[in-house]
């Protein structure tokens, strides 16, 4: 262990960090979290920069971290308080793009190194993307080292500017959780009954209602699956602005798909599931696809970011905005019993070779020994 992350037993003080999140979408929350608490039982002082209420939904006290109230805002007060928070620290971790922004400004003036792990691209479209660009073009050219999720993100923050871009270790927290504390074959029946899904295959896709989780194409797709003798059923979990516009869609084509909204028990859900679909035009590390792998979930997603790099031979891969081949993908899964077992097996294989929380944290913490450790002279 380093000399930073052991204090107590060089008698040196205790590494004071601030992790700093934006709204913080599942992905970043529950991985600051869980670096949070193993930041903490190694012997770090921990502060997380956050919205309220992303301390009531991830508890970020609960494992000895000190949570401070700072909204998901750029205006004068909100980037004072942030600045105020990183006063006394030796290093600052920001997660995002929209949190990273914020702490450049807070930091504005201060030698204090600062980390920058991107889990996701932000998405948009028109002037408001070139804005964005922008924005990462600014933080990763004042970022220490940028933390990448998959490797196409540290390509892209090197091709910005970054001085030091590097693969992050980011473990999927809790990925064995409510799916292997509650039997499965129990709740299996119980959970597809009150989706409408009894005696019909269960197809379930998760991710915010932004145009590029690719909902279009799904809908798609599904028209082709009408002529199967048992119609499945496609139910997506989440929420966001393409919300009213899908559902007229269902609506007006009559297509068997159902929006049930922002659920907290996506893994009894993804458990109870015949595939998973992942339909987007772009995603690193897929929460989605980590957890379906987990939970021996066969899984169809587009070739997409880093989504091959994650799943391996683990899942079928269409190319994206192709709604054929994502129909085509899913009947012939459905129709072969022999395909989904090799993808469970080959599931359960590409997730042991993930990293774990403890390597995580442990890949965390010695860049953070490496820009706060003094230089030797020379």
């Not at 508890?59 to 007060?77: I, K, L, N, Q």
């Not at 920001?94 to 450049?104: E, K």
């Not at 998959?150 to 999927?172: H, K, N, P, W, Y």
């Not at 989780?213 to 809908?219: H, K």
Request: glycine share 8%; charged share 25%.
């Amino acid at each position: 262990m380093s000399p930073v992350s052991s204090p107590s037993a060089t008698g040196q003080p205790p590494l004071r960090t601030v992790q700093v999140l934006g709204g913080g979408n599942a992905g970043s929350s529950a991985h600051v979290r869980s670096l949070a608490s193993g930041l903490v039982a190694r012997g770090v002082r921990v502060s997380v920069c956050a919205p309220a209420e992303a301390d009531r939904a991830y508890d970020f006290t609960g494992v000895g971290a000190e949570h401070v109230h700072v909204p998901r805002s750029s205006d004068p007060t909100s980037v004072a308080a942030l600045r105020a928070a990183c006063a006394n620290a030796d290093l600052v971790h920001a997660h995002g793009l929209h949190a990273s922004f914020r702490t450049v400004l807070a930091l504005s003036g201060r030698r204090v190194p600062l980390v920058v792990t991107w889990h996701n691209r932000a998405h948009a479209e028109g002037a408001r993307a070139h804005l964005l660009r922008l924005l990462e073009r600014r933080v990763v050219k004042a970022a220490s080292v940028v933390l990448g999720a998959s490797s196409d993100l540290v390509e892209l923050a090197r091709r910005t500017g970054a001085r030091d871009a590097r693969l992050a270790a980011v473990a999927l927290p809790g990925s064995r959780g409510p799916v292997e504390q509650d039997d499965p074959d129990r709740l299996r029946p119980k959970v597809r009954a009150e989706l409408g899904a009894t005696g019909r295959p269960l197809l379930m896709a998760v991710g915010s209602l932004d145009r590029h989780r690719g909902y279009d194409t799904l809908l798609d797709a599904t028209r082709a699956w009408r002529r199967l003798d048992a119609v499945p059923l496609v139910v997506i979990a989440g929420e966001g602005p393409l919300r009213a516009d899908l559902q007229r869609r269902i609506e007006d084509e009559g297509l068997p798909v159902r929006l049930i909204g922002r659920r907290d028990d996506v893994g009894e859900l993804l458990a109870a599931a015949d595939l998973a679909l992942l339909p987007s035009r772009w995603e690193s590390r897929s929460v989605l696809a980590q957890e379906a792998l987990h939970a021996r979930v066969p899984l169809v997603a587009t070739a997409v970011g880093g989504i091959p790099e994650l799943v391996g031979d683990a899942a079928e891969l269409v190319p994206y905005g192709d709604a054929e081949a994502l129909a085509d993908a899913v009947v012939r899964l459905l129709g072969d019993a022999e395909r989904r077992e090799l993808l469970r097996e080959r599931g359960v294989r590409q997730a042991a070779t993930w990293p774990t929380e403890d390597e995580t944290v442990a890949q965390v913490l010695s860049v953070y020994d490496e820009l706060t450790q003094p230089r030797p002279m020379i």
